[in-house]
């Protein structure tokens, strides 16, 4: 199993618009072969964080599904990031 969580640090005012930016990308995720959950979330005391958590159940469901990132309306609000990614053993 693979696990993506972290913070992503966004332009000052830009946290909810963030947010909604990704619904579409949540949703396909959550469609996904292989994801097992996916969200994207609005800190609930920094106003300019965003956190990323998601269950992948292979490093190949998730890189298939990955592709290339963010698009680049997700990817121009983004100021820093420091999600990580962990390889959980299976079982």
């Given at each position: 199993?693979?696990?993506?969580?972290?913070?992503i640090f966004v332009t000052p005012g830009r946290r909810d618009a963030f947010v909604?930016?990704?619904?579409?990308?949540v949703a396909a995720a959550r469609k996904a072969p292989g994801c097992l959950d996916f969200?994207?979330?609005?800190d609930p005391l920094d106003t300019d964080r965003v956190n990323v958590f998601e269950r992948w159940s292979?490093?190949?469901?998730?890189?298939?599904?990955?592709?290339?990132?963010?698009?680049d309306d997700l990817s121009a609000d983004i100021v820093?990031?420091?999600?990580?990614?962990?390889?959980?053993?299976?079982?």
């Open positions: 199993m693979i696990i993506v969580a972290g913070p909604t930016s990704s619904i579409e990308a969200v994207v979330a609005a292979t490093a190949a469901a998730l890189e298939a599904f990955r592709g290339e990132g963010p698009g820093s990031a420091e999600v990580a990614e962990y390889k959980l053993p299976n079982g």
